[in-house]
């Protein structure tokens, strides 16, 4: 570190030399301090980035009880939509598709209740077969959806 202190004054400004030396202090402290605010956006980057993802499962989670409430009410289709949400926030959680998955085939909609299945199954937490008897399942009840539905049009 420079120390700086003027040694003769003449008309009130420090000489050449002082006035070099403070330039450069002024420099590598302004250095510095980029340096370092540098670093610090970085590591709050990273501490936000935790807090967010954190701040996410824990909305996920509210919301993932909240439409097990409404399921428990027989509210099937806000429970629905509530989950949707939970879904577009965190698309890969298992719970978040198995409860979209569970709650589709509720109202009937069964293409994405196995769409949501399949995703999950593909997942790597996801234990293999986990959710194949789940799908057959869904895959019976949607053809004889889709049979009632030919059965039931007009010709």
């Known amino acids: 570190m420079i120390v700086i202190t003027p040694t003769t004054r003449s008309s009130g400004s420090y000489p050449s030399a002082s006035r070099r030396a403070r330039t450069v202090l002024c420099s590598l402290r302004d250095r510095t301090a980029r340096g370092s605010i540098m670093a610090d956006t970085k590591s709050r980057s990273k501490s936000v980035d935790s807090i967010r993802s954190r701040y996410s499962a824990g909305r996920t989670r509210k919301r993932l009880w909240i439409a097990r409430a409404l399921e428990g009410q027989g509210r ?25 998955s569970a709650l589709a085939a509720a109202v009937d909609r069964f293409d994405e209740s196995i769409d949501a299945l399949e995703v999950a199954s593909r997942r790597p937490e996801a234990k293999p077969g986990a ?20 059965l039931e049009a007009p010709r």
């Not at 099937?76 to 879904?87: K, M």
């Not at 008897?133 to 030919?150: F, T």
């Open 76 to 100: 099937y289709r806000e429970a629905l939509s509530v989950v949707q949400t939970a879904r577009d926030a965190n698309p890969q959680d298992l719970g978040v598709l198995e409860a979209f």
């Open 131 to 150: 959710y194949d008897a789940r799908l057959s399942q869904l895959h019976e009840a949607r053809d004889r959806q889709r049979l009632k539905q030919q």
